[in-house]
């Protein structure tokens, strides 16, 4: 999700990124409070000072949106849920889950600590402020008092994906103890609310107002792209709870003897069979495997002399799993290793293939045959 992002530091085990979308937000976020808010609620204030409160604005939000996602890492630690880390991106920050939480009640918990997180860092900014005789610091600390409680409002409206969406999954998820439905319903809530939220930034747009338009229609689809990506995750969880690798793979995959002159490879595999990546074997072992682009780095007088065996320590590197694997699991290493395919094999041995497609295939097959025994059932 986050392809450019820079780590900054760990915080009890967490590690803690910036994805350099952020740059953008507190860009906006320093500017809007230097030239409007500050200038507006501070009489004579110096444009050095509200520059440097413009940016202390953006640094505090920083911190807080850490905290919030904080709150929510360490309870999903606690039920024993593994947090790859905490990310800040432009539409905010989020705690990276490596999976769905096990039950309701840990959904709930995790759900419902960062608003509850921001909520206390309002209080606790709201107290410091009327404390602080300095004019400008205590304008500090009420715009954090009041960012910190829109944060946690805004979360809590029940729309998925924000935790007001995931404590309703939650309450869903209990009541009718069924994963897959609660799901669905708070992903069309989600939905529902994001094209809310673009319908809201059309209406800014020709109101005359660009700035709020734009951010809310963006904030919109990134609603809706979330939530249909949790459903399409949940689809896959439900579809394939049960499924090891060695059900769905291509059994006995088109491999090429590890001996292959580089010449034969192309004309009678890359060319005849149309695929880009074909496993190598010697025997019945696997060795590794050979891709169009291994092939592409070798200078073609080479190919006559060059086999299939001398590419491999040039080829990239494949992941290879068991057929005894679970589909998620291998699913999860595809993401890991940014690949569609993944060899599998057992004591050295190939056994098969799994592709990106394959799976694909075997869930729309299996969702329009549950669509039909519905229908049936209807019927």
């Not at 004579?44 to 929510?72: D, K, N, R, T």
């Not at 088109?254 to 005849?272: C, H, K, N």
Request: charged content about 20%.
């Amino acid at each position: 999700m986050f392809s450019n992002r820079i780590e900054l530091f760990s915080i009890l085990g967490f590690r803690v990124s910036v994805d350099l979308s952020w740059i953008i937000l507190a860009v906006l976020i320093t500017w809007s409070l230097a030239t409007g808010y500050f200038p507006r609620i501070i009489d004579g204030v110096s444009p050095v000072a509200a520059w440097w409160l413009g940016a202390a604005g953006a640094v505090g939000l920083f911190a807080s949106i850490i905290l919030h996602e904080f709150a929510h890492s360490w309870i999903a630690r606690q039920f024993d849920m593994p947090i790859r880390g905490i990310t800040l991106f432009i539409f905010g920050g989020v705690a990276e889950m490596e999976d769905e939480p096990p039950s309701a009640r840990a959904e709930f918990f995790m759900a419902i600590a960062g608003p509850l997180m921001s909520y206390a860092l309002a209080l606790l900014f709201y107290g410091l402020s009327g404390l602080l005789p300095v004019e400008m610091l205590a304008a500090l600390l009420t715009y954090l008092a009041t960012i910190n409680t829109m944060l946690a409002t805004f979360n809590l409206i029940p729309a998925f994906p924000l935790d007001g969406g995931r404590v309703f999954r939650a309450a869903l998820w209990w009541k009718t103890n069924d994963y897959a439905k609660a799901t669905r319903i708070a992903a069309s809530l989600g939905r529902f609310f994001g094209m809310v939220l673009i319908m809201s930034g059309v209406l800014s747009l020709v109101a005359g107002n660009p700035i709020a338009g734009i951010w809310q229609g963006l904030i919109g689809f990134f609603i809706i792209a979330v939530a249909n990506s949790s459903e399409f995750q949940m689809t896959l969880k439900t579809g394939f709870e049960d499924k090891t690798v060695g059900q769905i793979m291509v059994r006995d995959p088109v491999s090429i003897p590890a001996d292959t002159p580089l010449e034969d490879v192309i004309e009678d595999y890359f060319y005849r069979r149309h695929h880009r990546v074909f496993p190598v074997v010697r025997g019945s072992t696997l060795l590794g495997c050979i891709r169009v682009e291994d092939v592409g780095r070798i200078a073609r007088e080479e190919w006559a002399q060059k086999t299939a065996g001398d590419v491999l320590p040039t080829a990239g590197k494949i992941g290879t799993v068991t057929p005894e694997t679970p589909v998620m699991e291998a699913l999860k290493r595809m993401r890991e290793l940014e690949t569609s395919r993944l060899m599998v094999a057992k004591n050295g041995e190939l056994r098969g293939m799994l592709t990106l497609r394959d799976i694909m295939s075997y869930l729309t097959i299996r969702q329009e045959l549950n669509a039909s025994g519905r229908q049936h059932r209807s019927a």
